[in-house]
């Protein structure tokens, strides 16, 4: 049986030292480590694409709620054990909605539905890994 194409592709490839390109078919970014980087490091990338795959499925969400996102934003904070591999053991995601008729709840149960139903980088971690949401909504007149 012949295996099936994969359904992403990208290709890392070294700029030197500590430094990587990550390039997609619609894109590229810059990720490094060290001290003396100007990118993201690959942690941070990471914390990242999980924040932007929920922020997906939230303005998605909300949309289908009927309520009107004027801003979104996601802080990303992770803590790493000690020891190598230094993982991830907890996360804490804020989310930072605004408009003139979002609600706590409504963003809560968004956010709810995208950590547990959608969000595929979320479901791509380990699940010993605390995750934590944090929701702060300001309903704009």
């Not at 499925?57 to 996601?74: C, F, P, Q």
């Amino acid at each position: 049986m012949e295996e099936p194409p994969p359904t992403n592709s990208a290709q890392l490839t070294w700029r030197g030292g500590h430094r990587f390109q990550a390039k997609g078919p619609s894109g590229a970014i810059e990720i490094a480590s060290g001290d003396d980087r100007a990118t993201l490091s690959p942690m941070e990338a990471m914390l990242s694409a999980v924040a932007a795959c929920m922020a997906v499925d939230v303005v998605d969400i909300l949309g289908k709620m009927r309520k009107t996102v004027r801003s979104y934003a996601v802080d990303c904070e992770g803590w790493r054990r000690d020891e190598l591999p230094r993982k991830f053991t907890r996360i804490r995601l804020t989310h930072r909605v605004s408009g003139p008729d979002v609600d706590p709840g409504s963003v809560s149960r968004a956010v709810d539905l995208s950590q547990t139903k959608y969000c595929s980088a979320m479901a791509s971690l380990d699940p010993a890994i605390e995750v934590e949401n944090v929701i702060a909504v300001e309903v704009l007149a």
